[in-house]
């Protein structure tokens, strides 16, 4: 069942739903990513693109373009649609600008706001 983009203009089927899904529990589940068991947008964001890379390999950036997810902005409109439809509750409702270029699988990391650098 496909489910409308923020733009309207495109669809998400079930699986890219269903993947920003599990992105929201991962990053809830995740001390560093989570305020009181609920995901803000940064942790969501991070979660999509490290578990496409991870699921996906090399073929993580096609997949999330393929599944109409390749921009941050989009992923916010994926996560506020399933929060308002009961769907996702562990998450924060952040107003759609917390979500805006953070990233953009189609441009260079670097020109991304969101960046992390790994853990010791």
């Known amino acids: 069942m496909p489910v409308p983009s923020p733009d309207e203009s495109a669809q998400h089927h079930y699986e890219a739903v269903q993947f920003v899904r599990q992105a929201i529990?991962?990053?809830?589940?995740?001390?560093?990513?989570?305020?009181?068991?609920?995901?803000?947008?940064?942790g969501i964001c991070r979660v999509v693109l490290e578990v496409a890379a991870d699921l996906y390999g090399v073929d993580g950036k096609e997949?999330?373009?393929e599944w109409n997810l390749s921009r941050s902005e989009v992923v916010g409109g994926?996560?506020?649609?399933?929060?308002?439809?009961?769907?996702?509750?562990?998450?924060?409702?952040?107003p759609s600008s917390a979500y805006?270029?953070?990233f953009d699988v189609n441009q260079p990391p670097e020109t991304w706001t969101l960046q992390w650098t790994d853990q010791p």
């Open 78 to 94: 994926v996560v506020q649609r399933l929060i308002a439809s009961g769907l996702a509750k562990r998450a924060l409702l952040e």
């Open 100 to 102: 805006e270029n953070l």
């Open 63 to 65: 997949m999330l373009v």
């Open 25 to 42: 529990d991962l990053a809830a589940r995740d001390p560093e990513l989570s305020k009181d068991g609920k995901a803000d947008a940064v």
